[in-house]
């Protein structure tokens, strides 16, 4: 507990005290020796009347009342200077009392923080700081916490709940555990970020009798530790461009195009190739930490696919106001790496020790000019091609960014499979689109870790990428074989059908065995979320991933057990030509 929390116990505590008895021993601390002078004054005092109750019941049992006049005045001086001592013990106690209130009111005023204190009714003490007053924006005197936190309507009834729970005596959670669903932070009018913390007073070691609310200002602090993000971010973004420079440029490449291509006229109906381009674009610059960038492609996405928008005309107007977005938010980017990256590098392309465009082109200029193909072949396979799994870097340090962002636990991804040299111009298009698959697998796939664990797993998922040449039966050519496995939840069968039956209720789906239906996932607009979130909900990653991959002449396919994990299957041709 603060420093700051314990002098403002000592006030409520100092209430407490003229409401029920405090235990103590002499020596154990200044406020248990002044408990035991007024324990001391009860017993003088009751001393004393007791004595004037004898002498006043003396003929009541037939004894001789006190008629000596020095005896009566032994007594009443007696008495008197009982009284008086009593009063000088309770005075000297009264004064201290108030000193230290008025020493915790000042010390607490003086720290900036909000204190009060609420009972189980969950109304406020009298006993509050100043503070409170600016933090929180109100008096708490007397008000029920809910209306000083400004607890919105449709939760105060769970409010509620949790304040119930919390005073009742023989729960089972523990203190921390229940304000652990009351509010953390107050919605302040002005722009300031208001953090609530509670603390425990019991009045017995099981029974709770107040709690102690604290407000700090965490304005500056969180202003601070937003300057240390961005910075943090900037740091990240050139590592990522150094390290993924091809990615890179190819995330340039695709925003250009996107502002060509959104500069012609397009109906309404036929912009879902535009719309997923937008889509995917959105997870590129994202992964560059390109934020601002990634905010006005996911706004002009949103507000493309608003139902509001009913016309061509309508929706042509959106995309160019949005268009002109983009194109500010890619001269925002140019202008902070340009230091980075110089003015000449898109001009560069792909660049290995030379331009990855030069070394297709040396390949095809030996083609046509009568080099033997064995020699060709030898130049793109140990030249120009890379090994497979190089090409997944990129979907890797994603994984691990979106895991992070939402708080679960991922091991380091596996490879398995042969390994294959590949034209990275070739599958440059697929293994873009493969950023939907990542973002699935996290937001869909692997659970958070307490469920992983309830289900006797591993708390930290795994992800495994196998590549392979395999022959196909049908046309005896060869085909590159990526498979992409998560050990998460699967995809559940029914709940693919529930929403099938929300938006293709007369489709053959009805027919289909729990293989075939979870097939339906590339389906345009087919997605197993409620509601649309940063990572997925719109049903159109996984459409995209399928059209790559049949743009190649291949096929994907999904295979999936509940609680067991999913497996991606993709073929597509394999050749080492240009």
């Not at 201290?96 to 720290?111: C, F, G, I, K, M």
Request: negative net charge.
């Amino acid at each position: 507990m603060s420093e700051n929390a314990k002098l403002f116990e000592m006030g409520v505590e100092a209430q407490l005290a003229a409401e029920r008895p405090a235990s103590g021993s002499a020596g154990l601390s200044e406020a248990a020796r002044q408990v035991d002078i007024i324990h001391v004054s009860l017993v003088g005092m009751t001393l004393i009347v007791l004595i004037l109750l004898a002498a006043v019941a003396l003929p009541v049992f037939d004894f001789a009342p006190v008629t000596n006049k020095a005896s009566f005045a032994i007594v009443c001086a007696a008495t008197f200077a009982g009284i008086g001592y009593l009063y000088y013990l309770n005075y000297g106690v009264h004064s201290l009392v108030s000193n230290q209130a008025r020493l915790t009111e000042v010390l607490v005023n003086s720290l900036g923080q909000g204190f009060l204190a609420f009972g189980p009714d969950g109304k406020c003490e009298n006993v509050y700081s100043q503070a409170c007053v600016d933090l929180l924006q109100s008096v708490p005197a007397g008000r029920h916490i809910m209306d000083v936190l400004r607890v919105p309507e449709e939760g105060r009834a769970d409010f509620q709940e949790w304040l119930d729970v919390l005073f009742m005596p023989d729960h089972a959670l523990g203190f921390q555990d229940v304000v652990n669903f009351l509010p953390h932070f107050f919605a302040h009018s002005g722009d300031r970020r208001i953090a609530l913390m509670y603390r425990p007073i019991y009045s017995k070691p099981t029974v709770l009798d107040r709690v102690v609310l604290i407000a700090t200002d965490q304005t500056d602090e969180f202003a601070a530790q937003e300057l240390a993000r961005q910075r943090q971010e900037y740091a990240d973004m050139i590592c990522r461009i150094f390290r993924e420079r091809n990615q890179f440029m190819a995330t340039i490449a695709h925003v250009r195009r996107f502002i060509e291509e959104s500069a012609l006229p397009i109906r309404r109906d036929e912009a879902s190739g535009l719309l997923r381009m937008l889509h995917t674009l959105k997870a590129a610059v994202k992964h560059f930490h390109f934020n601002e960038l990634a905010d006005t492609v996911h706004m002009l996405e949103s507000e493309l696919r608003s139902e509001t928008v009913t016309s061509d005309a309508q929706f042509m107007e959106i995309l160019q106001a949005g268009r002109r977005r983009v194109e500010d938010g890619l001269k925002a980017v140019f202008a902070s790496t340009k230091d980075l990256i110089g003015v000449d590098y898109e001009q560069n392309g792909n660049v290995h020790e030379v331009s990855e465009e030069a070394l297709y082109s040396f390949a095809l200029l030996m083609s046509v000019s009568g080099i033997s193909r064995d020699v060709i072949d030898h130049y793109l396979r140990f030249i120009v091609a890379v090994p497979a799994q190089d090409c997944f870097r990129q979907f890797e340090r994603e994984l691990i960014d979106l895991a992070e962002f939402t708080g679960k636990q991922i091991k380091p991804m596996r490879f398995t499979g042969s390994n294959p040299p590949v034209l990275t111009r070739i599958l440059h298009p697929l293994i873009f689109s493969l950023t939907h698959v990542a973002r699935n697998i996290i937001d869909h796939g692997i659970e958070p870790a307490v469920t992983r664990l309830a289900h006797n797993k591993d708390p930290a998922g795994q992800i495994t990428i196998h590549t392979d040449v395999e022959t196909d039966a049908r046309s005896g050519g060869q085909n590159l074989l990526i498979t992409i496995t998560d050990d998460g939840g699967g995809i559940d069968p029914a709940r693919v059908r529930a929403k099938l039956a929300a938006t293709a209720p007369d489709d053959t789906w009805r027919s289909q065995d729990d293989h075939a239906v979870i097939q339906n996932i590339f389906s345009w607009g087919f997605s197993t979320r409620d509601t649309v979130s940063d990572l997925s909900g719109r049903g159109v990653g996984m459409e995209a991933v399928e059209r790559e991959v049949k743009a190649l002449g291949g096929s994907i396919e999904v295979f999936s057990e509940l609680f067991r994990g999913t497996r991606f299957e993709i073929r597509v041709p394999y050749t080492l030509q240009v």
